[in-house]
């Protein structure tokens, strides 16, 4: 079982990009999904997660710009990311709670991160 992320770049203040990661494997199911952000020189923080049955949970500070979304179908969750701010550039993580198979119990599997850069 792994993610594999992808969507990263480069774009100017106040523009968008759309992140995605997808889940493949040997997977039985998978529970909550998310991004977490580390900048250089700080910790790694929770950006977005979103569970199962679509609830979902923002860091306030990209609350109202940033949209988590997962496409069940595809085993893949997506992070669109709108009026974008220096500050926002950081290596982006996906994580997902998975099971590879019924009787195993549920893990925390994370991708590689991709790099997003913030600057005009």
């Known amino acids: 079982v792994q993610l594999q992320a992808c969507g990263g770049g480069l774009v100017q203040p106040g523009g968008s990009l759309r992140l995605s990661c997808a889940a493949s494997?040997?997977?039985?199911?998978?529970?909550?999904m998310g991004w977490s952000r580390q900048a250089p020189g700080k910790q790694r923080e929770l950006v977005a997660s979103?569970?199962?049955?679509?609830?979902?949970n923002y860091a306030d500070s990209v609350q109202g710009r940033f949209t988590i979304s997962r496409d069940n179908g595809k085993n893949t969750v997506y992070l669109q990311m709108n009026s974008l701010k220096p500050e926002d550039t950081a290596v982006y993580y996906c994580?997902?709670?998975?099971?590879?198979?019924?009787?195993?119990?549920?893990?925390?599997?994370w991708g590689q991160g991709t790099l997003v850069t913030v600057s005009s």
């Open positions: 494997g040997s997977i039985f199911s998978i529970n909550a």
């Open positions: 979103i569970t199962s049955g679509s609830s979902t």
């Open positions: 994580y997902a709670g998975m099971q590879g198979r019924s009787w195993d119990p549920v893990r925390s599997y």
